[in-house]
Structure formats: C-alpha cells, structure tokens
C-alpha cells in the first residue's frame, strides 16, 4: 500500500512538472504580438480576455498604405478609422507603401517631402498614443533599394526628433541574402516568414507556409545586421484560377464556404472546381475556375517548431508576431495555444 502511495506521488509530481519549462532553469521566452490589418478598427477584433490569456503587450496596427496616383504623386490610401482614444494595449503603428512608389519617388527632394508627410499623417493619427516605434512594410527590390534605404534614412532623422525607432520588414529573401541585397538603415527589423511558396503555380499545395519552403530559409539560419524579430501567419486564403493562370485572391476562404455541390466540385484535399458561374464573397467566379485552399493554423505553425528554434538561437529573438488578429482568429483556436507555442520555441539561458 506504502509503495503505491509513492508511486501515485512520483507520478503525479512528473505529470505536473512536465507542463512547463524545466523548474530552477531559467527559459527566453519570446514575447507574442499580432498584427491588426483592417481598414477600419472592430472592437469584437480586438478581445481583452482573449489578448490576456497569452498575454499579449502589443499589437501592430495597420494605419495607412502609401500608393502612387497618376496626377497627384504618393498618396495615403485607405487611411484606418475608428481607432479609440484609449487602447489597452501598446501599439506600433504599420505603413505599408507599395514598391511602384520607390519606382516614381527616387531624388533626394522628393524623399524629404514624402517623409514629411508620412511623419505629419502618422503623429497627428497616433496621438494621444503613446507610439515609440513604427513599422515600415515595403517590399523593396534591386530597383527600388536605393530610394526606399535613402528614404528610411531621412525618415530616421525624422523619427528620432520624436523619440520614435524606426522600423522594416525584411522578406525571406532579403534576409537569406542580405550580402548582396542590403539591409535598410533602420533600428530594427521584422523578418516576415511567410508567403514563400509559388502562389501562382497550380501545383503548390500551401504558397503560405509549408516546411519544405521554410527549411530553405531556416534550416541554416544567419546572424542578421539588423535586430530581428519574427513575423508568422495565422490566416487563409482562396487562390483564383481561370484556364491555369492566378487570377486572385479571396481573403478568409475556408473550405467550409465550398460545400455547396451545385457550385463547387471538390477535387483534391484542399482544391475545387466551379460548376456554374456564381458570385462569391464579392468576387465572381467562373464555370470551370478552380480554387485552392491554402490555411495556416496550429498545425502548420508547430510543424516547423524545430527550424524556429534554431532560427531564434541564431538571431536571439525576443518577440513573434502573428498575421492576423480577428474576430475569426479568436474563434477558432484558445489563446492558450500561442502561450504554448511561445514556451515550445523557448531557449534555455
């Protein structure tokens, strides 16, 4: 009776230890953030007993994008509306600002007056925030390096009057090759590390994430000049087809609004074709398109726990952020999840 008395202890005692990181050892744990991309700002998007259940500090809040219109240059397109005054939450305002801007917008005059504005627009929208960094979202190529860097440059000018850092996305590739691409003269940078994939092959199975891609750029991870922190996705998506060409995306697509048999014919796991021409979530689609399914969720994201781990060692990452928070995330996976995966990914000092 005495040994089994010990024995229920023992094995109860591992059961409770075995939760949690080891006890007396003391573990990094990557702080967990998510990116908040819409127009305009929803309340139910945004659930404090949700956000506190991982918890969560930050969120990074999408304020404008930046486009070049034929007759008047660069302008804020789709500018966000109904921020509240008070938020629980810090808040990092995002810009995201198309490459054909650094196509049009390369002389040095040019530069200052489009930093000028963006500075004046995101100060008089941030306040009464207390905002001290801002993101920078452009996906800048070999013809665009050389404006977009000599922008963040006058823009870090700028920004540091106002004790604001600055910062850039960096895409896999640029990150992967950052010798020869160049780094942007920022404070920081977010390594967003999805949408690696060939999203208009027909034949790729998940353009968003999937291991096999990730292990391109993870598997050997480098120590990048910038700070780095890690962006990952948490969304879906329908990818378009019309006679074997990418036609488009529809945002929030899930296999579940297919099952109608008279419109959609499933014909592999996660692909589908249109049986007769039909609107679908304001996007019409023709008799014999077909859609694939692409869906990031729990299951993608802990499959590639393993490259995560060694990315981090490499690059001391201190903070995940996760596209996108919605009313949509929040239903269908427990905040506990990201509380998880943050120990999972967690380094021992």
């Known amino acids: 009776m005495r040994i089994y008395h010990f024995l229920c202890i023992g094995l109860i005692s591992l059961a409770l230890t075995g939760c949690k990181p080891d006890v007396g050892k003391e573990w990094d744990l990557p702080e967990i953030s998510f990116f908040y991309w819409k127009s305009t700002f929803n309340v139910k998007d945004v659930s404090s007993r949700w956000l506190d259940s991982i918890p ?3 969120l990074y809040i999408r304020f404008f994008d930046i486009d070049v219109d034929v007759n ?74 050389s404006a977009f860097f000599n922008f963040c440059r006058i823009l870090n000018e700028k920004t540091r009057n106002n004790q604001i850092e600055l910062m850039a996305t960096i895409r896999l590739d640029q990150y992967k090759n950052f010798e020869s691409t160049g780094f942007p003269p920022v404070k920081s940078g977010l390594l967003m590390a999805y949408n690696m994939g060939a999203l208009a092959n027909w034949e790729t199975s998940n353009s968003i994430l999937n291991e096999k891609d990730a292990t391109v750029y993870l598997e050997n991870p480098k120590q990048y000049p910038l700070p780095l922190k890690l962006g990952l996705p948490f969304y879906q998506w329908g990818v378009v087809f019309r006679d074997s060409i990418f036609t488009g995306l529809i945002n929030g697509l899930d296999t579940l609004d297919l099952t109608d048999a008279i419109r959609f014919k499933k014909t592999g796991e996660n692909t589908f074709e249109v049986s007769e021409s039909t609107f679908l979530q304001g996007f019409y689609l023709y008799e014999k398109d077909k859609i694939r399914i692409e869906k990031v969720g729990k299951n993608e994201i802990l499959s590639i ?45």
């Not at 302008?75 to 109904?82: D, F, R």
């Open 56 to 58: 969560v500090n930050k």
């Open 72 to 145: 008047l240059g660069p302008v804020p397109v789709a500018p966000l509306t109904g921020l509240p005054e008070k938020l629980t939450y810090s808040l990092t305002p995002v810009i995201f600002i198309t490459n054909e801007t650094f196509l049009k917008v390369k002389e040095e005059k040019e530069l200052i007056d489009l930093a000028d504005k963006l500075v004046g627009k995101l100060l008089q929208m941030s306040h009464p925030h207390k905002v001290k960094e801002w993101l920078i979202d452009c996906d800048w190529s070999p013809k665009t390096r």
């Open 305 to 349: 726990i393993h490259l995560l781990k060694k990315w981090k060692t490499v690059n001391d990452n201190k903070e995940i952020v996760f596209f996108h928070l919605d009313e949509r995330m929040m239903d269908s996976v427990n905040g506990s999840f990201f509380k998880h995966f943050s120990q999972k990914v967690s380094i021992k000092k």
